[in-house]
């Protein structure tokens, strides 16, 4: 994708099959003013500047964790991509990224650790997704999953996003959730947390309008 520094240059989100219909053009255009306004990808020392993330509680925001986000931000003292990355107005990056079960330890220094902004997880589930709100609490089928808190992050800091092995495909239950274990695609369905078949609707508004690009058309098959 291509990385617009969150203080840096502004940018918009390509167009692309300016012949789609009406509806889907409308979609676009509502996605692109949406993400064109830039986020942070994560956390720093200026963070409670943030007001959205101030009235919710982890993981929509920090409240009551105040406290705790200042120790762990003493540590880091990083809180961008790295000086040579953030000395750059923009920047293209190329990502390879896969599924990775949650680690047990990070054999890595402080200064190699980011928090990610809880905004985008807030805008993930109660704007893009509508997922429950709940009063901002935790709870049943409003934690949007990894993978579309990434999309959502990535939208506001690329002008093109394409995604890879996307999609919960529920006509294969015995096919594996994750490459690198042996739960069943099944599985999800008994998740307490995400709402996935809420997820694929908005993922598909993405594709379909253009926002995104699904590279192994996984998110909707041969439908787009």
Sequence with gaps: CIYTHPYGCTTDIALKNTSSSFS??????????????????????????FYKIGDYPPPFGVRSQENLIDILLSATQNYGLGEDLDSLDCKTLSTDGFWKSVAK??????????????YFIQEASFKLIGLPHNHGQMGRGNIPTLGTVAITMALHNCDEVAVAGFGYNMSTPHAPLHYYE???????????????????EFLLKLVKAGVIQDRTNGICGAGC
């Design 24 to 49: 889907l053009a409308l979609t676009r255009f509502f996605y692109i003013n949406r993400f064109n306004k830039l986020a942070p990808m994560f956390i720093d020392p200026n963070y409670k500047r």
């Design 105 to 118: 330890s990070v054999p890595r220094e402080a200064s190699d650790m980011r928090i990610l902004n809880p």
């Design 182 to 200: 042996k739960i069943r695609m099944s599985a999800i369905k008994e998740s307490w947390t995400h709402n996935i078949s809420k997820e694929k």
